[in-house]
């Protein structure tokens, strides 16, 4: 049996490396996108289980990749847990989205969204 995917959208290196380790740890397969136009391209092929969307990318903001992404009917089942640094922006975002992570409180409760989604 194939493990699920997670995409990690993030563009700090030391970030997605934690955010990787966390993620293999909960049972998935990962793949690291450093940039918006790079994730448009991904995923126009590739249909994660879970993306883990930076608010700030350079090229194509998260915030357009997540318009993009709950516009299109292929990631209906794709959960998406949107991270940001900013307080403002967690607030904002509150009722758009299942699930905000404000990243300097978030990796434990990262940990518990996905092995909620896709436990041992």
Excluded: W
């Excluded at 879970?50 to 997540?66: A, C, K, T």
């Excluded at 307080?87 to 758009?96: I, N």
Aim: glycine share 4%; aromatic share 4%.
């Amino acid at each position: 049996m194939s493990l699920p995917l997670a995409l990690i959208l993030e563009d700090d290196p030391k970030l997605s490396e934690l955010y990787e380790t966390i993620l293999k740890q909960c049972q998935y397969e990962t793949k690291i996108i450093e940039s918006g136009q790079e994730a448009q391209d991904s995923l126009k092929t590739i249909v994660p289980s879970l993306i883990l969307l930076d608010i700030h990318l350079p090229y194509v903001s998260g915030m357009e990749l997540l318009k993009q992404i709950q516009a299109n009917d292929n990631f209906s089942s794709t959960t998406v847990i949107v991270m940001t640094a900013d307080l403002y922006t967690v607030k904002e975002l509150a009722g758009h989205v299942e699930h905000v992570l404000l990243k300097s409180h978030g990796i434990t409760h990262l940990r518990d969204i996905a092995t909620r989604i896709y436990p041992d």
